[in-house]
């Protein structure tokens, strides 16, 4: 019994290293380390490239961006002031025209235009 016991863990032991040895790995061996730094580097290239284009791109779009809103505020803050003036002056002429016509007493303001 003590045989056959031993006999089936040793033709064990036997079969496993005969299974590993069947199936050596050859490609560390036969990899060319070299190739695949030069390949690793031009995929970084690329990926920093890339990288790089779409920041540019996101810089420039920005700035595009924030200067057409500046333009568009200080449009929109001349058509104020311009709407204002000119009410302004109707205004002043409104007043003018009812001053001269009698309608309003003559201002206590003297020389302000």
Not at 26 to 53: E, G, L, M, Q, T
Not at 63 to 83: E, F, M
Request: charged share 20%; net charge positive; proline share 4%.
């Amino acid at each position: 019994l003590a045989q056959a016991i031993l006999a089936l863990v040793s033709g064990a032991a036997v079969g496993r290293r005969r299974l590993v040895g069947a199936m050596p790995l050859h490609w560390p061996k036969k990899f060319n380390w070299y190739s695949f730094a030069v390949y690793r580097f031009k995929f970084y290239d690329v990926i920093w490239r890339a990288s790089a284009y779409t920041i540019t791109g996101c810089c420039i779009y920005l700035s595009v961006t924030v200067v057409q809103t500046w333009n568009q505020s200080v449009h929109r803050t001349w058509q104020h002031y311009a709407r204002k003036e000119r009410e302004r002056a109707e205004l002043m002429d409104l007043i003018r025209q009812a001053r001269d016509s009698g309608q309003l007493p003559p201002s206590k303001v003297h020389g302000f235009e």
